[in-house]
């Protein structure tokens, strides 16, 4: 992604802890689902790779219009358990977001999945990215709109 800029960059907590650092890095002026970006967690805590499976399959079902058929719940959680691994502090993961192509999964600058389901990654990315995402603040930030009042 040569024409990539860090769009912004935030911690994510949960009951005080610091988990991660999320920074977006995506081409100026492009749509956030138009254009390809990179989302990348730095790691500050050890995590094992079926809790972020089951953490991300919960909130791609929190976001989801409707609920998904179990097909599809299974498909994306073994296709996350391909993805990730168990996580220790200073570890990165980085997903690149492909419209319309998918996505790719790297851990510490090792590909370790592609995926060519692009509804999958725009359900994954939208842990983060999408107006109802859980941590707000971050979105925003990430965004690159801390202090605004945009939405959207």
């Known amino acids: 992604m040569p024409a990539a800029q860090l769009a912004g960059s935030g911690d994510f907590t949960w009951f005080g802890l610091r988990l991660y650092t999320a920074r977006l890095w995506r081409a100026e002026g492009a749509g956030i689902w138009e254009a390809p970006f990179a989302l990348e967690l730095t ?26 058929p ?17 996580v220790r502090p200073g570890m990165r993961i980085t997903g690149l977001y492909l419209p319309g192509k998918g996505c790719r999964f790297y851990v510490d600058g090792q590909l370790t999945e592609a995926v060519p389901d692009p509804a999958f990654a725009r359900a994954f990315f939208s842990i983060w990215l999408a107006p109802r995402a859980r941590d707000a603040g971050l979105r925003e930030q990430l965004l ?3 202090g605004s009042d945009q939405g959207g």
């Open 70 to 86: 179990a097909a599809t719940v299974r498909q994306w959680s073994a296709t996350l358990a391909q993805a990730l691994v168990d």
């Open 43 to 68: 790691y500050h805590r050890s995590l094992s790779r079926n809790t972020l499976v089951q953490a991300s399959i919960d909130e791609i079902q929190r976001l989801a219009n409707r609920p998904l």
């Open 144 to 146: 690159g709109r801390a």
